[in-house]
C-alpha cells in the first residue's frame, strides 16, 4: 500500500496537492473554533479549479490544543485510547466541516481519515492507503485528507501532520504542484519580506524560527524543510493568493 496507487482508472492530467493550513480555516487562539469567514473564500476558490486536486487540511485549534494536552507529538506517542481519540474526533469535526464547506460550493468532496488509512514503522516512516485518494480521484471526487493521530509501532500512536501528508501525497501520485496555503503571505526573511524563491534550506535557516501559537509539529522551518525534498514545485502563500496558485501562476514563497 505504500505510496504505489493503482492509477488505471485516472486521467493522464497530473493533480495538485493543496494544504489549507490550521491557522487558514480555524481560530488560532481559540480552542475547536472555525474561522468561517476564511473556510468559505478557500472553499469558493477550490470550487473554481479545474482538474484533480487533492486537499490537505491542518489542524489549527482543533488538533494542536488536544495533541499537547495528551503530550502527543510527531515522535512521541501515546498508548492512551482517550487521548488518541480527543485528536482524532475534534480533527474529524474539523474535516466535516471542511467537507460541508466544499459541498456548499459544489465541490464534490470525500473524506480520508488516516487513523483508519495509516500507520508508521518502527522507524517512524509513514504507510498511507495512497490507492484510495487515486480511486476517489478517478472517480472525480475531491479526497479532503485530514492531519489526525495514526498508529505507530512501539510508540501507541504519534501525529501525522497535514504538512508530512501532502509530501506523501505529492510523491504517491506524482503531483504536478503543491500548495500550502498558510495563515501568512509566503515565508519571511530576516527583514518581515516575503522571500520569492527558496532553493536550499542552508540559505533560509536564519530566517525560520518557530510557530507563536501552540504548534506540536514544527512550524514553517520543517515545512521549507520538508517541500524542498519534492520533485514537484510548492508554494506557501496567504489565502488572498490561492486563486492564483488554483490558477497555475506563482503565488507566495515558490520553494524547488
Ligand atoms: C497538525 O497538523 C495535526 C494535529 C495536531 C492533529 P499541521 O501541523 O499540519 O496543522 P497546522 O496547519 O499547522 O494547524
Known sequence: MTGEPNTESRAATKAAVLKL????????????????ETLDRAADAVAAFEGELVVVHGGGSFGHHHASEHGITTTAGSHDATGARAVHDAMRRLNDAVLDALRECGVPALPLHPLSAATRDDSGELSLATDVVARMLG??????VQADVVTHVGRGVTILSGDELVVVLARALDADRVGVCSGVPGVFDTDGAVIDRIDSFE????ALGG??????????????????????????????????????????????
Open 211 to 256: 510557530s507563536d501559537a501552540t504548534d506540536v509539529t514544527g512550524g514553517m522551518s520543517a515545512k521549507v524543510e520538508a517541500l524542498l525534498g519534492l520533485d514537484a514545485p510548492a508554494w506557501v502563500f496567504g489565502l488572498d493568493d490561492l486563486p492564483r496558485f488554483l490558477d497555475g501562476e506563482s503565488a507566495g514563497t515558490r520553494i524547488g
Open 21 to 36: 493550513g490550521g491557522s487558514v480555516i480555524t481560530d488560532k487562539s481559540n480552542p475547536e473554533t472555525l474561522d468561517t
Open 203 to 206: 540559505d533560509v535557516r536564519a
Open 139 to 144: 472517480e472525480g471526487f475531491v479526497p479532503v
